[in-house]
């Protein structure tokens, strides 16, 4: 065997070996155009997203359906129980929308706040006062939208590198498993498998990326 051949069997062996790995993270299906991550998987991001977001104190997968997040916002704690619905893929950002399942809940130890929560609900419907979630995020109704810079998603340029810009991504969380839907077929050689792993492999204890 050539020096040539050798390399690429190690190379794909090597490869396979990543795969195996991975598989304890991600699933996929290329002929339904489907990728799914593991609850295991979507846990790990829910940990990188409270270690970046000042205003997200919790979230975490919900049992049957979707995620649910509290966000503090000047001694009042916003509960919200949601699902992702769409992703859209840009050149340096990425588009999110997401379906409230119910009306966002509010909590306060202070009386004073206590009587503006009762206001908001009366007057304002339990929608969410402006100021309370980050300004990537505006709230439409039942959906949530949201717009972050591609490069602070490692995960998705992993997975997604190399779908075109506009590509979009339709997305479905039930019990834990974050279920992707795509556009265009994708296999193992379309995934950055070394980032993939190095990334679900970091333990996000808040310690990397510091609020």
């Known amino acids: 065997m050539s020096v040539f051949n050798k390399l690429k069997a190690t190379f794909q062996e090597s490869r396979k070996l990543l795969q195996k790995t991975l598989g304890e993270y991600i699933m996929f299906s290329s002929q339904a155009k489907q990728l ?47 699902t992702p619905e769409k992703i859209t893929l840009n050149q340096d950002s990425l588009e999110g929308e997401i379906r409230l399942l119910k009306s966002p809940q509010f909590e306060t130890e202070s009386i004073v706040y206590r009587s503006l929560i009762a206001g908001w609900k009366v ?24 717009t972050f810079p591609r490069n602070q998603l ?22 834990g498993d974050l279920i992707v839907e795509t556009s265009e077929t994708l296999s193992w050689n379309d995934f950055k498998l070394q980032n993939l792993l190095q990334i679900l492999t970091t333990k996000w204890t808040g310690v990397e990326t510091e609020k």
């Open 36 to 82: 799914i991550l593991k609850e295991k998987t979507v846990l790990l991001l829910c940990q990188q997203a409270e270690s970046r977001v000042d205003q997200l104190k919790s979230l975490q997968t919900h049992p049957e359906e979707g995620l649910t997040a509290t966000i503090e916002h000047q001694k009042v704690l916003v509960q919200l129980h949601f």
């Open 123 to 146: 007057f304002l419907g339990g929608k969410i006062p402006n100021g309370a979630l980050p300004k990537e995020v505006r709230i439409e109704k039942d959906k949530i939208y949201y």
């Open 154 to 175: 490692q995960v998705a340029d992993a997975l997604f590198h190399s779908l075109k810009n506009g590509s979009a991504l339709l997305t479905n969380l039930k019990q």
